[in-house]
């Protein structure tokens, strides 16, 4: 019995704090589809290294993934209403910075600053006689609704059609809705194998810095700050650059951009 009171007088003067502070830190991230490509999967590899970096100095953390898909809408909302997830990664704009919180460091290095095209087969020979923006604006492009890339799009006057599911815009290409698709480099090569009927364009690429990075809630500035540490900590050991160049089709990309067999029209980013 006495063994017992000291060990409840002992919690009691350890407090609840200490309690608490022993929790892990739990961090809920998007679901990724069970056929997410390889460059998805990066990010949560990326967001566990960072975390796992600043460990000893900030304490345990689990990562879950939210149990339903969300759009990328969705996705804006719950974050910045403290919902169901405190963080996601995409590329910047305007809104996206006044209305969360980013992690100032660029994920992606240059590859979210070069597009290609996604079009339909056969379609390549309308494309090979593009030379400007202008020559481009006669075709309409497809993205999705909220994308920062949409806006920047219609800021140097490329018409767009719009859809808030991602997975549609394929069917509407397929479907005439628009004539091409831009994805980041990147992304290209995995999302044309799993459509056939569509192919990549071979002579352009659209050029424009968007940055990509993780997104907190404004509500969560020590979570940002963990995350930007952490990175910055991998950058430093080099962990960060062994974690990028083991990704297939980052190193493809980062060949294809450094080719030069490709024309490139360089966009304008809207004013703020």
């Known amino acids: 019995m006495n063994r017992r009171r000291a060990a ?24 990724l589809s069970p056929s997410s490509q390889e460059h998805a999967s990066y990010f949560p590899q990326l967001l566990r290294l960072a975390l ?41 704009n305007t809104r996206r910075e006044a209305e969360l919180l980013p992690v100032r460091f660029s994920l992606l290095r240059e590859l979210n600053d070069y597009r290609v095209f996604l079009i339909r087969r056969g379609d390549q020979a309308r494309f090979r006689a593009v030379r400007t923006l202008t020559d481009l604006s006669r075709f309409t492009a497809g993205a999705g609704e909220g994308w920062p ?9 490329l018409p767009v059609v ?20 831009p994805r980041g480099v990147y992304e290209a090569w995995y999302e044309q194998q799993q459509h ?13 810095g968007v940055p990509f990075y993780f997104f907190t809630s404004r509500d969560n500035p020590a979570l940002a700050d963990r995350i930007e540490r952490g990175l910055r900590a991998a950058l430093a050991d080099g962990s960060f650059d062994r974690l990028f160049r083991s990704i297939p ?24």
Not at 21 to 27: F, H, Q, T
Not at 60 to 66: G, L, V
Not at 261 to 269: D, N, P, Y
């Open 52 to 92: 796992e970096k600043t460990q000893a100095s900030d304490g345990a953390f689990e990562i879950q993934h939210y149990e339903q898909p969300m759009s990328g809408q969705r996705q804006f909302v719950e974050l910045k209403n403290n919902g169901a997830i405190n963080v996601i990664w995409d590329g910047s």
């Open 162 to 181: 719009t859809s808030v599911n991602y997975e549609q815009l394929f069917a509407m290409l397929g479907a005439r809705r628009f004539d091409y698709m």
């Open 196 to 208: 056939s009927g569509l192919a990549i364009e071979q002579t352009l690429f659209l050029h424009y």
């Open 8 to 31: 409840l007088a002992l919690l009691s003067t350890i407090g609840p704090s200490a309690a608490l502070a022993a929790e892990p830190l739990r961090v809920t991230i998007p679901q």
């Open 249 to 272: 089709s980052f190193r493809r990309s980062l060949d294809e951009i450094h080719a030069g067999r490709r024309r490139v029209l360089e966009l304008e980013l809207p004013p703020d």
């Open 149 to 157: 890339s949409t806006d920047v799009l219609r800021a140097n006057g």
